[in-house]
């Protein structure tokens, strides 16, 4: 049994199955360097039936049926005052790499009751049109015109890949707001995800955002060197071997810089990247090792999807010692 019982990590699946290899292996390589907090899982009823016929449900110290209702990035992210199963969560994706030790990261959320992942600032297009359409928002000022009618005056972006809660009726207050902005998404900027090629859910992302912003609450930076809490799969960014137990990011400190990191043609992400070097202090770089790896980029996740595949599939056929380091008794 794990010595901490007050703190613990949450991850939720439904939908394919594929989802729940993706949780398992995330949860696989957390297992890699936390072997005493408790893991929980909500998922689906025939996802807990598929974990205790392949033995994965080993893994887990607490499986919970997640309700139909909350099969849904915001079904699920809108309401996790519900789903605090410790004294202390970390609320987890399932497109995560564990890459160190914790530890560290737990004491810094020791200081929140709830914040998640995210930047100071968010960007025009967070939340809005990744097209011309953008265009329409700068011309008009419509993100400051929606900040005013909110009685917002700063607005983070959230990344919500890490989300920490420790209070259940801060948790609920942000998440009841959180619903409320949504609902009024046709009085601002924001557009549904829905309208998004490719995209199937509504993301949580920006009316969380919004709501921590009117309750005036702190994000959790995640771009902050050597201690980023997660930084994203870029291929030519990133040193890394077959199972991940091994990974270093190059990370530029300049934020406009590492956000070239977005662009798809390696080839304009390069002579960018060179040019704007130039300038001093714009060039430097580290190598950092966070302590998540996000495979959150459509375009990069292939490799994540290939070692989830194989880490299922070679438990299935040499048992399943032989992928968890520690295999922790239910609770």
């Not at 299922?312 to 008794?329: H, Q």
């Amino acid at each position: 049994m794990p010595q901490s019982e007050t703190e613990g990590y949450v991850y939720h699946s439904y939908g394919k199955e594929k989802y729940l290899r993706h949780a398992v292996a995330s949860a696989i390589t957390l297992r890699r360097f936390d072997k005493k907090r408790s893991i929980g899982i909500l998922c689906s009823p025939s996802q807990i039936e598929r974990l205790q016929e392949t033995g994965f449900d080993r893994l887990f110290n607490i499986i919970k049926e997640l309700p139909e209702k909350h099969c849904s990035i915001v079904g699920f992210k809108h309401h996790l005052h519900r789903f605090l199963l410790f004294d202390k969560n970390i609320f987890l994706d399932s497109d995560i790499v564990w890459c160190k030790n914790p530890d560290r990261l737990w004491k810094d959320f020791e200081t929140y009751p709830f914040t998640s992942t995210g930047a100071l600032v968010a960007d025009s297009f967070f939340g809005g049109p990744k097209n011309i359409g953008i265009v329409k928002d700068f011309i008009f000022g419509r993100r400051a015109q929606t900040l005013k009618k909110f009685g917002i005056t700063q607005l983070s972006r959230i990344q919500s890949g890490l989300v920490y809660a420790s209070d259940k009726a801060t948790t609920e207050e942000v998440c009841t707001k959180a619903q409320y902005f949504l609902s009024q998404i046709d009085n601002t900027h924001f557009q549904s995800r829905l309208k998004e090629k490719g995209r199937s859910e509504e993301s949580c992302e920006w009316s969380l955002a919004m709501a921590m912003a009117f309750l005036k609450m702190p994000v959790y930076p995640w771009l902050n060197g050597y201690q980023s809490a997660q930084l994203d799969f870029i291929d030519n960014y990133t040193i890394y071997n077959e199972n991940f137990t091994h990974v270093e990011c190059k990370f530029y400190p300049d934020e406009f810089v590492y956000n070239l990191r977005g662009l798809k043609s390696d080839w304009w992400q390069k002579q960018l990247t060179r040019l704007f070097s130039l300038i001093p202090g714009k060039g430097d770089y580290m190598m950092v090792t966070p302590y998540c790896l996000h495979f959150g980029w459509l375009h990069q996740k292939v490799p994540f999807l290939d070692f989830a595949d194989d880490i299922w599939e070679e438990a299935l056929e040499n048992g399943i010692e032989t992928v968890i380091p520690t295999t922790p008794s239910n609770s």
